[in-house]
């Protein structure tokens, strides 16, 4: 749902190799003041694919274009009708260890901040706090005439109402809350309006071919300019809006560490890549600091 990637990009030759090696990930930890971002990459343990990794769904899947949204009603039927059915999945997931790491290093003091590119609210779920979301939220939905949030569990209720029966089998459900249907599927899905003045609601997130506001971009800059250093987690870095902050600390001399098995378009600009699944990294960094996770139960030494 972001700005359109590159999708041309492709690991090359000079990029630094993966390693399994965490220590350089705990010293920084322990100093503090470290600001997390993270990708899809992080919410695939909680059942969410990712666009990029083994079985990511750019292969198969066309985001919908902010441009093809607000000019074509057969293109918001058609986005409705499969985000409506997306959700009863998406709504559903839960935070996995990943999350919860997260937010144990955040209740530790460890953490200066977290910027998430993901939209699906685990980060806040497992008790992260002051979250910045780069890409916005698919728990709202906001109306493009009168600026009017509106709860998606009610838009939700609001759609089954108007769509007694709506229940076909989606062949997958996308990154950004999407479920693959055909358009014999969404057949004539009913759209609602905003219930303030019925304009049209879009859900409350930055889509593909549409700028991140340049206020919460500034935001997450002052993060990294106070930050001692910066750690990806989960994200290829592959669009500009989580790679200039990578770039950014990088050019101001702040180490930045990433945790994601696949080469990624930031990898030049780290000390180093961690090549491990998301929640076993995290869970074996929490248990070498002592920090436990909810529940007070610390990840494996």
């Given amino acids: 749902m972001r700005m359109r990637p590159t999708l041309s990009w ?46 990511g769904s750019l292969s198969r899947h066309t985001p919908m274009t902010f441009q093809e949204f607000t000019a074509d009603a057969r293109a918001r039927r058609r986005y409705w009708a ?61 109306c493009l005439s009168c600026g009017t949030f509106t709860p998606r569990r009610e838009l939700a209720r609001r759609l089954e109402e108007a769509n007694a029966g709506f229940g076909p089998v989606a062949a997958a459900i996308n990154p950004d809350g999407d479920a693959d249907l055909t358009d014999e599927q969404v057949g004539d899905f009913h759209v609602v309006p905003c219930g303030v ?7 409350d997130v930055v889509f593909f ?14 993060l990294v300019r106070e930050a001692a250093s910066l750690l990806v987690l989960g994200s290829s870095l592959t669009v ?45 960094l929490a248990g070498r600091l002592g920090v436990p996770l909810d529940g007070g139960t610390a990840g494996p030494a």
């Avoid at 010293?27 to 990029?52: F, H, K, M, N």
């Avoid at 993901?118 to 779920?125: K, P």
């Avoid at 902050?245 to 600009?269: L, S, Y």
């Fill in 209 to 222: 071919g549409e700028t991140v506001p340049p206020q919460r971009v500034e935001h997450c800059r002052e």
């Fill in 197 to 203: 003045c019925g304009g049209i609601l879009k859900p």
């Fill in 240 to 284: 500009m809006s989580g790679l200039r902050f990578v770039r950014q600390a990088a050019q101001a001399g702040k180490p930045v560490f990433i945790v994601n098995r696949d080469p990624t378009r930031g990898d030049r600009h780290s000390v180093t890549r961690i090549a491990l699944p998301l929640g076993t990294a995290l869970t074996t």
């Fill in 82 to 142: 499969r985000s409506h059915l997306g959700w009863r999945t998406f709504g559903r997931a839960r935070p996995n260890d990943g999350h919860r790491a997260v937010a144990a290093f955040g209740r530790h003091g460890l953490l200066s901040g977290v910027i998430t590119q993901n939209v699906d609210g685990l980060h806040q779920a497992a008790g992260s706090t002051d979250v910045v979301e780069l890409h916005g939220s698919l728990d709202r939905a906001v």
């Fill in 10 to 55: 492709a690991p090359t030759g000079d990029l630094p190799p993966g390693t399994t090696d965490l220590s350089p990930v705990a010293d920084a930890l322990s100093t503090g003041r470290v600001v997390v971002l993270s990708g899809a990459g992080i919410s695939t343990e909680s059942g969410i694919p990712d666009y990029r990794g083994e079985g």
